[in-house]
């Protein structure tokens, strides 16, 4: 630590981490590991994310007692084994689940001051969000104190997650209580520019709080939630004094100016919040000779951030969940070469099983270009004509029209997951936000797999994504993953002759803004018209979405992108009778 008068500076780690769900043993050696190096880099104060040692979201993992006694387990194991590992000087911040059975409170979103082989303090988050992607209430019983902890002469408050977004709450009793840094630890999901939304929602709160702001926050993927990191330290002058980059695990040191704890701390009374106190008696030590800036990583663009989130989603769901390599289904498709390059960038191209599947009405570009996508990413791929397959089913059931498409449909998806049975590997759907809209998609048949990584991307998007993709292999002196023709011929299922989707479907940048407003931003039909668009076209796109639901119900996960994704955000009943149709 340096001394500037009575202005002391802590250097300050955030472990911008990855950890798994119910993996105790795994996230405490990862804590471990972290501290280690926290320490070799002279940091007197180390951060790790929200509910760290259990992973987060663990939704009804919470309610079983031996899952908290476990993490309680885990946490007293934690601080002696930092002890014993000769890292008892070092301030551990860490989140975990508690179990709080002194008042039967029951279970509780909480965080651990850890120093010198013991839990110094421990703070229980005060704000539960019940909205999007959480149901905390469900779950957690609020906390009803503020902590903060005096160390090395610095008073130090304990937020959690969604206490950043309370107005009036922690961080205004933490300027109240002359706090010297607030550290808020994090599992904040990413959704498209959040990390837009973070910074001036930091600043109002250093400035509330009037000390320095340590956001720490996760990255990686659990299930169909992404989380990015962007962890920071923000001043009350509004200075980014770090930023760590998105999606990059790591750890992440600045030496921070801070006030001294005041020799007498002010008196604060607050309607909602007891204010406890702790100190662990450690005065502040001599100064290093140098101090260290921290790194502000430069924002990337929206394309780069998406696709940074449905890489990560898919790497960790195959990671996480035991698969080493994935299978697919390459028609020569947008959606398929997106997905394709996507899993290439995951897992490594050699990992990467494409399939073409050409019936009778396949165009010979559709195979040309499914073989040239595989070539360019590196995929093993091979050629099952499934016609003769399809012939005997519409033989023997007497299937025409729409049954007899469907029936090409089933048999690919019957095709994928026979050969993933023989061989391991998880199978991709390929679908699109807007397919999943309408319902544009074959149950058992393209909405087959264990995991759809666009399923939150729209049309519109999914074009965006593959030209930016190619754009950054050019700039990079690598060959497209995407062949040229798969971004610019229009999107065809090909289950009869000449077919194309707007013969059922508006253009896609129509059709994505109306799905934009009536899924995302639920407005009504008359909210929707209001803006510009055409009636007739508003009411058959809201018809077509509403009684699609029982197909997306049974769709795959896959990773989270928007306000409000199928599945994880938006649930409306299946036997459902109101129609939103009227002006």
């Not at 100190?279 to 924002?299: H, I, K, L, Q």
């Not at 009411?539 to 699609?548: I, L, Q, S």
Request: charged share 20%; with cysteine.
């Amino acid at each position: 630590m340096r001394q500037t008068g009575d202005v002391p500076s802590l250097r300050l780690a955030l472990a911008q981490v990855n950890y798994t769900v119910g993996d105790l043993a795994g996230n405490a050696a990862m804590v471990l590991d972290r501290a280690r190096q926290a320490a070799a880099g002279g940091a007197h104060l180390v951060a790790f994310p929200e509910m760290t040692l259990t992973g987060y979201p663990p939704e009804d993992l919470v309610l079983r007692a031996s899952f908290r006694q476990a993490s309680c387990a885990a946490l007293r194991q934690l601080a002696h084994d930092l002890d014993a590992a000769g890292l008892g000087e070092l301030a551990v911040i860490v989140g975990y689940l508690d179990e709080d059975s002194t008042t039967g409170g029951g279970p509780r979103n909480a965080l651990a001051f850890v120093h010198r082989g013991a839990v110094v303090a421990r703070y229980y988050k005060h704000h539960l969000p019940n909205y999007g992607v959480f149901d905390e209430r469900r779950y957690f019983t609020s906390g009803s104190r503020f902590v903060m902890v005096r160390h090395l002469g610095v008073d130090i408050a304990l937020t959690i997650c969604e206490d950043v977004w309370q107005d009036g709450g922690p961080f205004a009793v933490a300027g109240a209580a002359a706090a010297g840094l607030v550290v808020n630890i994090n599992g904040s999901p990413y959704e498209r520019n959040k990390d837009d939304v973070r910074l001036p929602l930091l600043r109002r709160r250093a400035a509330e709080a009037s000390a320095p702001v340590l956001y720490v926050n996760t990255v990686g993927a659990q299930d169909e939630l992404v989380f990015d990191g962007d962890s920071m330290v923000v001043a009350p002058s509004g200075d980014v004094l770090l930023r760590a980059p998105q999606y990059r695990e790591d750890l992440y040191l600045v030496d921070v100016d801070l006030a001294a704890a005041p020799a007498v701390p002010p008196a604060v009374e607050h309607a909602a919040m007891a204010v406890e106190r702790y100190d662990t008696g450690v005065p502040a030590p001599e100064p290093p000779p140098s101090a260290r800036r921290g790194d502000v990583a430069e924002r990337i663009p929206d394309e780069a951030e998406v696709w940074g989130a449905l890489v990560t989603g898919l790497c960790d769901y195959v990671r996480k969940n035991g698969f080493s390599s994935v299978v697919l289904g390459m028609s020569g498709g947008i959606d398929s070469a997106v997905v394709a390059a996507i899993a290439a960038d995951a897992i490594g191209g050699a990992n990467v099983h494409g399939v073409s599947m050409p019936s009778s009405y396949s165009s010979e570009h559709s195979k040309s270009d499914a073989a040239e996508l595989a070539e360019r990413i590196g995929a093993d791929y091979r050629v099952v004509p499934i016609a003769p397959m399809v012939d005997a089913f519409v033989s023997s059931l007497a299937l025409t029209g729409l049954a007899e498409e469907n029936v090409q449909a089933r048999v690919r998806g019957t095709t994928l997951m026979a050969i993933s049975n023989a061989e391991g590997h998880l199978v991709l759907a390929t679908g699109n936000k807007s397919e999943l809209a309408v319902g544009y998609s074959t149950i058992y048949g393209d909405a087959v797999g264990g995991f759809a990584p666009i399923k939150d991307v729209p049309k519109s998007l999914v074009w965006r994504l593959a030209r930016w993709r190619n754009a950054r292999a050019v700039e990079q002196g690598e060959t497209p993953p995407i062949p040229q023709s798969s971004i610019d011929k229009p999107p065809s299922a090909e289950l009869r002759p000449g077919q194309l989707d707007t013969d059922s479907l508006p253009d896609y940048e129509v059709l994505d803004a109306i799905i934009e407003r009536y899924v995302d931003g639920d407005q009504g039909v008359a909210e929707i018209v209001a803006a510009g668009f055409d009636h007739d076209l508003v009411v058959r796109t809201a018809r077509m979405v509403d009684v699609a639901e029982w197909k997306r119900r049974q769709y795959p996960p896959g990773p989270k992108i928007s306000f409000k994704s199928f599945g994880k955000d938006r649930r409306l009943p299946i036997t459902n009778r109101w129609r939103d149709l009227s002006l």
